[in-house]
Each structure stands twice: as C-alpha cells, then as structure tokens.
C-alpha cells in the first residue's frame, strides 16, 4: 500500500483511441504530479499541480491533457498518441511545496501505443 | 536546470558484496533525496539529505553528501537479492533559490544483486 493508486496498471491503445489514466490519494497532500519514464531515459516530469491549479507544463505535447478536479485525484486523458509515447506513467503527490518533502509515487501504468 | 550524473549506470555483483554508488552535479543543492524503484512499482523514498557532510544510515546503507553539497553517495554493504533495483538521486530546489517542490531525478542504476 503505497498511499498513491493509479489505474490502469497496464493499458495497450491505438493511436486514435482517446483513454485516461487515474491516480487518486488518501495522503491529504497538496501537490500532485504526472512524470514520465521511459527506457534509458531520466523520469521526465510533465506536469505539477498544487493546491489543485497547474504550476507546471513542462512542454508536454497538446495530446497528452492533465486535469486535477480535487485534491485528491490527478488524470492524465490520452488522444492520437504516437509509439514513442509508450512509457510508464507515474504519478505522486507531496504534502509541501518546500525543499525537503520527499514524494510519494503510484504504481504506474505501463502504456503501449500500437 | 541542474543536472545529475549517476554512476555507475549498471551494477552487476554477487550477494554479500559491498558496492557504492554515486550521484554529482556541477551545483550545489539544497537537499537529495535516495530512491529506490522495483521492476514494476513506482519509486520509493530512501532517505533526505540536506546538510553537507551529513551522513545517514538506514540498515546496511549509508547515505552521504558531500561538505560542498555538489554530490552523495549510496554506499551497501553486504548486498542482498532484495536490493536488486534502480536506485535514483533526485535535487529538490536550488541552494540559492526557491523551487516550489519540483523533483529532478539522476539517470539511476541498475542494481543485480546474483544469490
């Protein structure tokens, strides 16, 4: 039980398919974050919310769209995705906006883009 | 944007040796935190270091950062199969600066412990 619950764990989608991906926390964290991991590559953040506004959109693609209706759920919605978008999706959350909390992550969903 | 380095990037070693492993950048920071991620899970917070010097010990792993708070170093001994993972550094924040909480993750490295 990690605190943070994402679903899917594992999503396969065409590239016209539209799908969400959902994480939810139980923490009472104020800040809620989407990052990217792909092979060989640094996890990549892609988008921060706290206190349920967007701090931060680190260039991500149009086709990726974030939405925070609370603070305690973050979902990322998918739409013509390209191959190269196949990663593992994490999210997390933290309780402050400083420079020492640590984050929490979910599990992931593992996604491939057919 | 501050960068990480991590080395090695691949570990390859056999239970109940020791190994260290590195994380530097060309500035400072104002904390790092140690995480550790399992094939399959998201990552795992370790430890938070903040004060350079500091050194912290969780079981068989010592955490360090360094006087100039520039680089760390993860250092187990008497490794376990259970330690088999990706071990990631990350900065929060800028020593001279504020960041309101962003996380920027090192590379990570892969760690097979064989039994």
């Known amino acids: 039980e990690t605190g943070v619950t994402q679903t899917p764990r594992h999503l396969v989608m065409g590239m016209t398919n539209k799908k969400s991906l959902k994480c939810e926390q139980h923490l009472g964290h104020n800040a809620m974050y989407w990052y990217k991991q792909s092979a060989k590559k640094p996890l990549e953040l892609m988008f921060v919310y706290s206190l349920e506004e967007r701090v931060e959109n680190n260039s991500v693609p149009s086709r990726f769209s974030p939405e925070c209706p609370n603070s305690s759920h973050l979902f990322l919605h998918l739409h013509t995705l390209q191959p190269e978008d196949s990663a593992l999706y994490l999210c997390?959350?933290?309780?402050?906006?400083?420079?020492?909390?640590?984050?929490?992550f979910g599990s992931g969903t593992r996604l491939t883009v057919v | 944007t501050q960068l990480l380095e991590q080395s090695p990037q691949f570990l390859s070693i056999q239970e109940g040796e020791n190994l260290t492993v590195y994380c530097n950048s060309s500035?400072?920071?104002?904390?790092l935190q140690w995480y550790r991620q399992e094939p399959g899970e998201g990552p795992v917070l370790l430890v938070t270091?903040?004060?350079?010097?500091e050194v912290k010990k969780l079981k068989r792993l010592t955490f360090q950062f360094g006087d100039a708070r520039k680089d760390s170093s993860l250092h187990i001994t008497a490794a376990q199969t259970g330690d088999t993972g990706l071990y990631l550094c990350?900065?929060?924040?800028?020593?001279?600066?504020?960041?309101?909480?962003?996380?920027?993750f090192g590379q990570g490295t892969i760690l097979t412990v064989h039994p």
């Open positions: 500035s400072v920071f104002s904390s």
């Open positions: 990350a900065l929060r924040g800028n020593a001279g600066g504020t960041s309101y909480g962003k996380l920027t």
């Open positions: 997390a959350s933290s309780q402050d906006r400083g420079t020492r909390g640590g984050y929490t």
């Open positions: 270091v903040v004060t350079g010097g």
